[in-house]
């Protein structure tokens, strides 16, 4: 079994970040143009953390090459982003980050996929997102799901009464 360090995003990890990015997809699912790709990303989670939003980073320990990252904004719930290296895929990396994504949202959280990412919707619908609509992304011929997770409510214990 792999094990994972968690550490918030710090700078060096730009080009780790965007090499699985890119190896992901992601330039395809944004439509950004692969020369402009990674200038575009470190540009976008700039402005995401300005915004308030955090990304954390997982390093295989085996490794010590990054597994994958989270950028989610606790004032609205977005998930921005959840990627994970082809070489960790299926290793429970995914639900690690998706925990920290849910500690740091503390409430409900929505985020956008490629509608043809089957894998990535069946993993989020394990982890109790619903699938809200479906919406045409930018130009092109995208199509988006918007997906939303609520946390479940603490159950409440039954007052007792004498």
């Known amino acids: 079994m792999r094990t ?8 060096p990890d730009h080009r780790d970040v965007a090499d699985i990015w890119l190896a992901a997809g ?3 699912i944004r439509n950004v143009a692969p020369s402009q790709s990674r200038h575009w990303l470190f540009e976008h989670i700039e402005d995401l953390h300005a915004s308030g939003a955090q ?8 490794t010590g090459g990054l597994a994958g990252f989270i950028t989610v904004n606790p004032a609205d719930g977005e998930l921005d982003q959840i990627v994970v290296a082809n070489s960790d895929r299926g290793s429970g990396v995914a639900s690690l980050l998706m925990r920290e994504a849910k500690r740091i949202a503390r409430g409900p959280m929505t985020m956008r996929i490629n509608e043809n990412n089957s894998r990535a919707i069946r993993f989020c619908e394990r982890e109790g997102f619903r699938k809200m609509a479906l919406t045409q992304a930018g130009a ?6 918007n997906m939303c997770w609520r946390p479940v409510p603490a159950k409440t214990a039954n007052p007792t009464t004498d």
Do not use: E, K, M, S
């Not at 990304?55 to 085996?62: D, G, I, L, P």
């Open 4 to 11: 994972f360090a968690l550490h918030y995003f710090l700078r």
């Open 140 to 145: 092109g011929n995208i199509r988006i799901w």
């Open 26 to 28: 992601g330039h395809v």
């Open 55 to 62: 990304t954390t980073c997982a390093f295989n320990r085996h």
